[in-house]
């Protein structure tokens, strides 16, 4: 069974201040997608990434894949309060269904 | 382009009643797949449809089901609703030769 650990569980961080996000697995994947979903909504796609090592960035969130594409990060620069919310890693698991992370709940304070 | 469209958005049920929930996917998405989210479990799949046929399905009861018209569109049904049914109910659609789901904006269901 495919799994993905997030950490950390929760972040809860001053406005201006930077963070990063993990997404861990012992398995590999051929892309692996990151969502942010805030309260009562569903998640929004961010970016996918494909290839070992590459780097994606849009805006002030830089999306980064494992060189062996086990893993994943999420950096945020300058966090603000719009950045709040739950965002989820996932992989697509070859059999018709997606496969989601555990979540990491970031509270950014004004 | 239209996303994905969630009906209801909000629904209150009495245990033991039945419940329909609705999905249209995004145009020329075919694929339609169905999560329950509670923040205990996360997200958990219920089952994917593909052209009227169910491709998958997770590990929920029989009181679970779905099924897919012509049209792509989707429903799903829950029987017998336990206050444990209560949770965010996701749709997501992908087209044929994209990896990415996207999402509708769920249906949050409340079992009283």
């Known amino acids: 069974t495919q799994l993905l650990e997030q950490s950390p569980q929760f972040l809860s961080i001053q406005e201006g201040e930077n963070l990063t996000v993990y997404c861990n697995s012992s398995s590999v994947f051929s892309s692996l997608q990151w969502y942010r979903q805030e309260p009562g909504e569903g998640p929004v796609l961010l970016v996918t990434?494909?290839?070992?090592?590459e780097v994606k960035k849009l805006k002030r969130l830089t999306f980064q894949f494992g060189d062996a594409r086990k893993d994943s990060s999420l950096h945020i620069t300058a966090a603000q309060p719009g950045d709040t919310g739950l965002y989820l890693c996932?992989?697509?698991?070859?059999?018709?269904?997606?496969?989601f992370g555990t979540g990491t709940r970031l509270k950014v304070l004004a | 382009k239209a996303g994905v469209t969630q009906t209801p958005r909000y629904l209150i049920k009495t245990r033991g009643q039945q419940v329909t929930l609705s999905c249209s996917p995004i145009s020329g998405h075919r694929s339609v797949s169905w999560y329950q989210q509670t923040p205990g479990q996360g997200l958990q799949f219920l089952f994917e449809y593909f052209s009227e046929t169910q491709r998958n399905k997770g590990n929920f009861p029989g009181r679970f089901s779905g099924r897919q018209f012509s049209n792509s569109r989707s429903e799903m049904n829950v029987s017998t609703l336990e206050l444990g049914d209560s949770a965010l109910y996701l749709c997501?659609?992908?087209?044929?030769?994209?990896?990415?789901?996207?999402f509708g904006q769920g249906t949050r269901l409340t079992v009283v």
């Open positions: 990434v494909v290839t070992g090592g």
């Open positions: 997501a659609t992908r087209g044929q030769l994209n990896t990415e789901a996207f």
């Open positions: 996932a992989v697509d698991s070859g059999t018709y269904k997606y496969i």
